[in-house]
């Protein structure tokens, strides 16, 4: 059974996202205030765990890379994407 969000948990997502588009990087101390904001309330309190933040986190940066970077990995051609692989060390299963 899924449990459901904590409050806040979709604000959070919507700064994230927003502090990455302008280049913002934070750290784990960073990311608790941004998060103790949206929530209303600290880990400490109950507010939301530390589970909250991090996936939180993963999805703002998930769709940020998907608004930013998708369309261009998309529109990459077959030779170009095999390139990018082998020079990465994804070679595995990339069929030439």
Same mark, same amino acid.
């Given at each position: *059974?899924? %449990? =459901? ?6 604000? #959070?997502?919507? $700064?994230?996202?927003?502090?990455? !588009? ?6 784990? =101390?960073?990311?608790?205030?941004? @998060? ?18 991090? $996936? !939180?986190?993963?999805? @703002?940066?998930?769709?940020?890379? #998907?608004?930013?970077?998708? !369309?261009? #990995? ?5 030779? !170009?994407?095999?390139?990018? *692989?082998?020079?990465?060390?994804? $070679? @595995?299963?990339?069929? %030439?």
């Amino acid at each position: *059974m899924t %449990e =459901p969000l904590s409050p806040g948990f979709h604000a #959070l997502i919507v $700064d994230l996202q927003n502090r990455l !588009a302008k280049g913002e990087s934070f750290d784990n =101390p960073r990311l608790n205030e941004i @998060a103790e904001n949206a929530f209303g309330g600290t880990r400490a309190q109950g507010v939301y765990t530390c589970r909250d933040a991090y $996936d !939180a986190q993963e999805t @703002a940066v998930n769709k940020h890379l #998907l608004e930013t970077h998708a !369309a261009k #990995l998309l529109d990459i051609s077959r030779d !170009a994407l095999r390139y990018k *692989m082998k020079k990465f060390g994804f $070679d @595995a299963g990339v069929e %030439e």
